[in-house]
Nanobody, 126 residues
Framework: QVQLVESGGGLVQAGDSLRLSCATSGRTFYAMGWFRQAPGKEREFVAAITWSTGSTYYGDSVKGRFTISRDNAKNTVYLQMNSLKPEDTAVYYC?????????????????????WGQGTQVTVSS
């Protein structure tokens, strides 16, 4: 059974940094992504990375502030979040996608991902 386990969320102040981790159950995927959902809003794409080549993709609202990376040996994906803003407050979800078809132009679509973690809360106070 595939499991994605997120960690690293918390309460921080604006301008602070946090690093989220997503550990897989030992299985590798074509790509891993981070999405977030704030109360009353739709789920939003944050960042993604392909497992083999390390190609990265970012949502416009986090470009230049967030960095996604992976550790192949640990089967873990990270999301380094710097210069956090109150509008970054949300539940952050890790997701894993198996299929490569069309990924380069569909990476931001939640249905491209087959497995999801339980989510971790990030709260940024002003």
């Amino acid at each position: 059974q595939v499991q994605l386990v997120e960690s690293g969320g918390g309460l921080v102040q604006a301008g602070d940094s946090l690093r989220l981790s997503c550990a897989t159950s030992g299985r590798t995927f074509y790509a891993m992504g981070w999405f977030r959902q704030a109360p009353g809003k739709e789920r939003e794409f944050v960042a993604a990375i392909t497992w083999s080549t390390g190609s990265t993709y970012y949502g416009d609202s986090v470009k230049g502030r967030f960095t996604i990376s992976r550790d192949n040996a640990k089967n873990t994906v990270y999301l380094q979040m710097n210069s956090l803003k109150p509008e970054d407050t949300a539940v952050y979800y890790c997701a894993a996608g198996k299929g490569a078809a069309g990924y380069t132009y569909m990476y931001y679509l939640s249905y491209k991902y087959d497995y999801w973690g339980q989510g971790t809360q990030v709260t940024v106070s002003s």
